[in-house]
């Protein structure tokens, strides 16, 4: 079992940034590639973005190209995304989310999840 718990959601006018951190517990975390995904209300949980075991591979959804940065810290057991530019669009509830041995875009492929963290951006 692995527990995943975010934080650092919050309201933000447009433009602003946020970062979130995933802090893990449980199982190893470095055995685990992680993503983070996004679910509006009325909308499907999209995928956000991902990252390898390592660190050094990582994907995006192309609406938050250059905007969002993944990362994560084996020896603190934690992951990270940095929103910059924000926009009212990127309005969701946040989750990260573990899985073996590849990071997907395909929410089922995820073996836990954490509770989730609200982003609110204002125009």
């Known amino acids: 079992q692995v527990q995943l718990v975010e934080s650092g959601g919050g309201l933000v006018q447009a433009g602003g940034s946020l970062r979130l951190s995933c802090a893990a517990s449980g199982r190893a975390f470095s055995n685990y590639a992680m993503g983070w995904f996004r679910q509006a209300p009325g909308r499907e949980r999209e995928f956000v973005a991902g990252?390898?075991?390592?660190?050094?591979?990582?994907n995006y959804v192309d609406s938050v190209k250059g905007r969002f940065t993944i990362s994560r810290d084996n020896a603190k057991n934690t992951v990270y995304l940095q929103m910059n530019s924000l926009k009212p669009e990127d309005t969701a509830v946040y989750y990260c989310?573990?899985?073996?041995?590849?990071?997907?875009?395909?929410?089922?492929?995820?073996?836990?999840w954490g509770q989730g963290t609200q982003v609110t951006v204002s125009s």
């Open positions: 990252i390898d075991r390592s660190g050094g591979d990582t």
């Open positions: 989310a573990a899985t073996t041995p590849h990071y997907s875009d395909y929410a089922p492929m995820y073996d836990f």
